[in-house]
């Protein structure tokens, strides 16, 4: 991490919070809280956004193999509009049951 400076270290600390802020969502999430996909949404977003950015402009080390960058993007966007589908399927489907 020396060598590579102030750009890893904020980089690991990016990653370090959007990571805060996906389990701070899931605890949310898991307790209940009624404003829980108002910071599940962005979460999933920014967790998308950061596995993209490590595949591609990143100074930490990284072993990704020569072709998988592409299918690994697809996945990345892909999972994150499973979970976002899966956070409007549970609101509207609370919705009902409480009759509003």
Known sequence: ???????????LAAHGAVAMVCGVAGWMIR???PAASSLAVP???ARAAISIQSLFWTTLPSEVAPGTRGPLT???CANAA???A????SRTAREHRSGA
């Open 86 to 89: 899966v956070l409007w399927w």
């Open 82 to 84: 499973v979970w976002i």
């Open 31 to 33: 307790i209940g809280t």
């Open 74 to 76: 697809v996945l990345a």
């Open 43 to 45: 979460g999933i977003l």
């Open 1 to 11: 991490m020396g060598m590579r400076g102030a750009p890893a270290w904020i980089e």
